[in-house]
């Protein structure tokens, strides 16, 4: 089966740069992908990593290694309303997504 | 394209009673989930469609939950009889076949269970 582990918590101020991370036990990769979620919210795509390597899309970059079953989601120039839960997933033998258990980001002022 | 559209919004009900959730995917959409997000849990899937057929359903939590898919625009998730432990919000998503990594979820229908 699949599992995801990612801190539960984290906090930082306006325009600093902050890294969730994910690691990922999986008994087969297809890739990794990165979901917001505002309070009250639905989930929204950010980003999908299938290839090692670093992904950016604006603000937020996200970072693949298969050899050490680890992502991360890079946050720059924070704002306010980056306050959210992520979630990291991994597709479970196909189009089946498996998700971590949330990083909920407090940007503080 | 309208997104996915969920409904109801928001249900209260009482411990007995039956509960039916709808969703409308994104049109061209190959593959359709129902998840489940609680604080315990998180997001649970419970069952997945390709092309209208059930995949997976071996998160549905019990046999009080069945979901159908009887077109390519319709989905039911019905839960019979509801208990308060099924108080949840409970998401659909559609995606496209292929290597995307990306779901489409709709804005979700809050469950209580009195």
């Known amino acids: 089966g699949q599992s995801l582990e990612q801190p539960s918590e984290v906090t930082a101020v306006e325009g600093a740069i902050v890294q969730i991370n994910c690691t990922y036990q999986?008994?087969?990769?297809?890739?990794l992908s990165w979901y917001q979620q505002h309070d009250g919210g639905a989930p929204t795509f950010l980003s999908y990593?299938?290839?090692?390597g670093l992904e950016e899309t604006g603000r937020f970059s996200s970072f693949l290694s298969r050899s050490d079953s680890y992502g991360y989601l890079l946050l720059q120039e924070l704002q306010m309303k980056d306050s959210a839960s992520y979630f990291c997933?991994?597709?479970?033998?196909?189009?089946?997504?498996?998700f971590g258990p949330g990083t909920r980001l407090s940007v503080l002022p | 394209d309208a997104g996915v559209i969920q409904s109801p919004r928001h249900e209260v009900t009482e411990m007995g009673q039956e509960v039916t959730l709808r969703c409308k995917p994104i049109?061209?959409?190959?593959?359709l989930f129902w998840y489940r997000q609680t604080m315990m849990r998180g997001l649970e899937l419970l069952i997945y469609?390709?092309?209208?057929?059930?995949?997976?359903d071996s998160g549905m939590p019990e046999d009080r939950f069945s979901a159908k898919m009887p077109n390519a625009s319709f989905s039911t998730l019905k839960i019979q009889p509801s208990e308060p432990r099924d108080s949840a919000v409970y998401f659909c998503?559609?995606?496209?076949?292929?290597?995307?990594?990306?779901?489409?979820f709709g804005e979700g229908s809050r469950l209580t269970v009195l």
């Open positions: 997933a991994v597709p479970n033998y196909g189009q089946n997504f498996v």
């Open positions: 990593n299938a290839l090692d």
């Open positions: 049109s061209g959409h190959d593959y």
């Open positions: 998503a559609s995606s496209l076949q292929g290597d995307t990594g990306e779901l489409f």
């Open positions: 999986t008994s087969g990769f297809y890739g």
């Open positions: 469609f390709n092309n209208n057929v059930p995949i997976d």
